[in-house]
């Protein structure tokens, strides 16, 4: 960006964020992992690393795996 900064933009599920906010609520001894996304979550975080954000998430193997066949696929349909 022109004044240096960046939007940085995480996948949390409800649980995650609820243990960043209150981690007293949380057992301190055990860390929650952060699940892969659903495949439409997967698909719309994309759509904001094309927009140019910094996007990051677990990864997807069915998506990232495959990701020049999705888009090969998607280029055949618009034909």
Do not use: S
């Amino acid at each position: 960006m022109a004044t240096g900064g960046k939007i940085v933009c995480e996948y949390r599920t409800p649980m995650i964020l609820r243990n960043e906010i209150k981690p007293h609520q949380f057992n301190h001894w055990k860390t929650l992992k952060v699940p892969m996304p659903p495949p439409l979550e997967v698909l719309r975080l994309e759509k904001l690393r094309e927009k140019g954000l910094e996007v990051n998430y677990p990864r997807a193997p069915w998506y990232t795996d495959n990701v020049e066949e999705i888009k090969r696929t998607e280029e055949e349909k618009a034909e």
